[in-house]
């Protein structure tokens, strides 16, 4: 049984089809899966620097309404000094003075809903950033995961064509004896 020299290279192609298909489709899928892994990876980070944002926004609002009543009790100093000196009795501002304690803390509590809203507002875009990070990671490893099968059909594909190739080759051959 001896075979063709026409056969033999056929099969030697046949094979070397069959093994950069392959090949090709592991390359295919590794990229893919690094590439998700890139993706989540930047995500991860990009969520860690927004948490990072948002603590800081928490801590400002925190900053600004400290120095908002600062700000109140200073200028309540400078009413309360500037109703003393008109000699008339302090407790008659009392309405006023209570007046303007009660918008400072409105003022407080606005600047406190508002850097916590805003705080909250990053951390929920960045939930969803992440969701679609992983969403497009997944599609990623998808595809390479489609690659390979794809490449391991064609090369069974090749395989399958390369050796009927051969055969009809050995075949043709005896044929003409």
């Known amino acids: 049984m001896c075979i063709e020299p ?7 192609g046949t094979a070397v089809s069959v093994g950069s298909q392959i090949y090709s489709g592991v390359q295919t899928q590794r990229a893919a899966q ?4 890139v993706q989540v990876q930047q995500a991860e980070q990009q969520a860690a620097r927004v948490e990072q944002q948002a603590v800081v926004r928490e801590e400002k609002g925190v900053y600004d309404t ?18 003393a000196t008109t000699g008339v009795d302090i407790r008659s501002f009392a309405d006023v003075f209570a ?20 705080a909250q507002n990053a951390r929920e875009q960045s939930k969803i950033d992440q969701s679609r990070a992983s969403a497009s990671a997944s599609a990623l490893r998808t595809s390479g995961n489609n690659a390979m099968v794809g490449s391991v059909f064609s090369a069974v594909g090749a395989g399958l064509t390369g050796v009927a190739k051969a ?3 050995k075949y043709s051959s005896y044929a003409e004896q």
């Open 167 to 169: 055969r009809s080759v």
């Open 99 to 118: 007046d303007d304690s009660a918008e400072a803390e409105l003022e407080s509590r606005a600047i406190r809903y508002g850097a916590t809203k805003d």
């Open 6 to 12: 026409v056969s033999t290279l056929l099969l030697i």
């Open 66 to 83: 400290e120095q908002q009543a600062r700000q109140y009790t200073r200028q309540l100093g400078m009413n309360t000094a500037g109703a």
């Open 34 to 37: 690094t590439n998700a892994a």
